[in-house]
């Protein structure tokens, strides 16, 4: 037996989470089984725990989008037991039963091994959101960043908080935008040397170009926010992409990316290819200040999930919510 945090939908189509015991035969097809030690919270689990189920596909369901464990079993020759790994993506805690239990069955081509020098529960504080903004990261070194500030938008938050302060132990100048001012000392600490606040960002303007500012921006939010930032980069400038919490539209002119040669890169973690995913543990194991990371993270229970659920889409949770699964 072993606990879960279970959510269901009844004949009303209300959905309830609550903490239930279950049996390893309870578990989704997989060739490998997981014991789970960390999982984390984010937005996409606050959609699935949520009232409306969000994003999932079928109930009963365990949500959870990532994890971090030990091998307790393995069809699959590329993992024995005893081995740590984690995983991201792959629709995990959407399509099929995730990191809220303390056990997890998985296709072992969705993990990836631990790498050496960061433990399961460092990986579960950098979780999905620091795997993107590593993502990010290196697409706009790919492209090459420019000098001058690299901007992060919704910094505050969980991509935004790891690429703070990855870009900053890089030796970046960080302008971080928050709409939340109480932040500020939180992002000084991560190393942003600027703090911008979202209105000065937001400000309606009817130019396509304004002064050339940022050499690179890491952005969490999209929407407006997004259209205003490209208007806003210097000459050759990339944008990398991860959010979509400000709306899927894009109210912009192709006038930034004419006149002024900006690269919209678009980050989507949760179906890389196996080397890079390898590739980006492999990068946040060596170049994310682990002090600094531990400044993020706030520690849950199972018991704790259903109210960070709900205050994770108000927008009331800061940093990194670790999930200790044996707590």
Known sequence: MFNALVV??????????????????????????????????????????????????????????DFAGTVEASDDDRYKPG????????????????????????????????????????????????????????????????????????AAGGVGSVATAILSNLGHEVAAVTGRPETADYLKDLGATQIVAREDINETTKRPLEAEAWG????????????????????GASVSAVGLAGGAALPATVIPFLLRGVNLLGIDSVMQPYENRVAAWKRIASDLPME????????????????????ILKGNVKGRVVVDLNA
Not at 18 to 43: H, I, K, M, R, W
Request: proline letters at 5%.
């Open 8 to 65: 269901t939908k009844d004949d009303e189509g209300k959905t309830h989470a609550a903490v239930q015991s279950l049996t390893l035969d309870d578990l989704p097809a997989g060739n490998v089984t997981v014991a789970v030690e960390f999982s984390t919270v984010n937005y996409k689990d606050g959609l699935c725990i949520g009232p409306g189920g969000g994003l999932v596909r079928n109930y009963p369901h365990v949500p959870g989008i």
């Open 83 to 154: 081995d740590k790994v984690v995983l991201t993506g792959w629709r995990v805690g959407e399509a099929h039963w995730g990191g809220y239990g303390q056990k997890a069955r998985v296709n072992a081509d969705w993990l990836v091994p631990l790498p050496e020098g960061i433990t399961t529960r460092q990986a579960m504080a950098v979780g999905t959101a620091g795997f993107t903004a590593m993502l990010a990261v290196m697409a706009l070194e790919a492209h090459g960043i420019k000098d001058g500030p690299v901007l992060v938008t919704g």
């Open 216 to 235: 690179g921006c890491v952005d969490a939010v999209g929407g407006d926010m997004l259209a205003r930032v490209l208007g806003q980069m210097k000459y």
């Open 292 to 311: 600094k990371l531990e400044a993020m993270v706030q520690p849950a229970t199972l018991s704790d999930l259903p109210q960070l659920g709900r205050d």
